[in-house]
């Protein structure tokens, strides 16, 4: 890309997080009985029932269950781009292990080349523009690999709720690793790329779990309370089946 786009978090933090799980095994099966991997499988599941893509990539995609499960229960091409070596080596292992024929590459998204050699009919990340300080640069540079065409779906966690204030109290590092952006924020991006057919949302209700790995709390001592609370916090939205709005 031609503009100077930072990478808030850093290729650093990756592979130490990824590296940590190099020999330790793929993980099992997503737990779909849990409430925050319903809501991801909904918003999956719906856009692939809607655009009904023979060809998928994700974005960001080191040792993704999630890509691993599309290519198991869908019938599509799947791929995945991450820059993290070991989050890609640890995702081919996945592939053998599920016996999904998938391909893997492994390099920066932010590459001016498109790295797969190719474009796909539906191309999405979870979690991975806002890790960028030009969230625009970032989807931009995503775009490069959806055919014309093609769906682009992007999820973002809503850091300006409750889990923000979360965060800020508890872990106030996560939010030097994000950029924070509204859905209305992230909508007039759209269209400032000129995309058609444009939907910004929000997806699930809210929780305290903080997906920080590596991330130290603020307070040590308190962590055996802030699980209990996330622990109950989790049994009362797994028993939940709202998944869009909030």
Request: glycine letters at 8%; charged letters at 20%.
């Amino acid at each position: 890309m031609e503009k100077n786009i930072k990478d808030i978090t850093g290729k650093a933090y990756w592979d130490s997080f990824y590296g940590a799980k190099e020999g330790t095994g793929p993980s099992a099966v997503i737990d779909f009985s849990r409430y925050e991997n319903r809501v991801v499988k909904w918003i999956l599941e719906n856009e692939i029932n809607r655009s009904v893509p023979s060809s998928v990539l994700e974005i960001g995609s080191g040792n993704s269950l999630w890509l691993t499960w599309i290519g198991k229960d869908f019938d599509v091409k799947v791929a995945g781009l991450d820059y993290s070596e070991a989050g890609c080596r640890l995702l081919q292992q996945r592939f053998q292990q599920f016996g999904v024929e998938g391909s893997v590459y492994c390099g920066d998204l932010l590459s001016k080349e498109n790295l797969c050699g190719e474009q796909y009919d539906l191309v999405y990340s979870l979690g991975v523009v806002e890790h960028f300080d030009d969230i625009s640069g970032a989807i931009e540079a995503h775009l490069k690999y959806v055919k014309p065409g093609g769906s682009l779906l992007l999820t973002i966690p809503n850091l300006r709720a409750v889990q923000g204030c979360m965060a800020k109290l508890w872990k106030p590092q996560i939010l030097e690793m994000h950029n924070i952006i509204s859905a209305r924020a992230l909508k007039d991006i759209f269209r400032s790329l000129q995309l058609q057919h444009i939907q910004s949302l929000y997806a699930g209700l809210f929780g305290f779990n903080l997906l920080a790995w590596n991330v130290p709390p603020r307070w040590p001592r308190l962590e055996k309370y802030y699980n209990k609370i996330t622990y109950y916090t989790h049994r009362f939205l797994d028993k939940r089946s709202v998944y869009w709005g909030i």
